[in-house]
C-alpha cells in the first residue's frame, strides 16, 4: 500500500521551532518530486517547500524562505521540513505531497496532515 505519514507538529511560540518528517511506504521518495503544503481555516492549500533529488534542486515559498529546510533521508524513505523562527501565519495543517511522471502519466500521493499551531 502506498502510504505517505507525516508527524512532528505541534503547539509552539512565536519564533520557536519544529521539524516535521514524512516517511513513505510502498515506494521510494528517490523517484519522486516532494513537496509541502499547507492550509489555515479558509484558506487554499499552498505550496511551501520542495525537493527534487533527480534534478538536485530544492524550492521554498518567499513567505518561509530563510527560515525554513527541506531535506530528505534515502536510507529512512523520509523527507524533513524544518522551521525556524515560527510566525503565528505559519499555522496551518501542513501536508507531503510525491510526485512523479512517466509514461506520460502523472502518480500523485498525499499524506493526512498534522497540524501546526504558534502562538503569540
Known amino acids: 500500500e502506498v502510504q505517505l505519514v507525516e508527524s512532528g507538529g505541534g503547539l509552539v511560540q512565536a519564533g520557536g521551532s519544529l521539524r516535521l518528517s514524512c516517511a513513505a511506504s510502498?515506494?521510494?521518495?528517490?523517484?519522486?518530486?516532494i513537496g509541502w503544503f499547507r492550509q489555515a481555516p479558509g484558506n487554499e492549500r499552498e505550496g511551501v517547500s520542495s525537493?527534487?533529488?533527480?534534478?538536485?534542486?530544492?524550492d521554498y515559498a518567499d513567505s518561509v524562505k530563510g527560515r525554513f529546510t527541506i531535506s530528505s533521508d534515502n536510507a529512512k524513505n523520509t523527507v524533513y521540513l524544518q522551521m525556524n523562527s515560527l510566525k503565528p501565519e505559519d499555522t496551518a495543517v501542513y501536508y507531503c505531497n510525491a510526485e512523479k511522471t512517466s509514461w506520460g502519466k502523472t502518480r500523485v500521493y498525499w499524506g493526512r496532515g498534522t497540524q501546526v499551531t504558534v502562538s503569540s
Open positions: 510502498g515506494f521510494t521518495f528517490d523517484d519522486y518530486a
Open positions: 525537493i527534487s533529488k533527480s534534478v538536485g534542486s530544492t
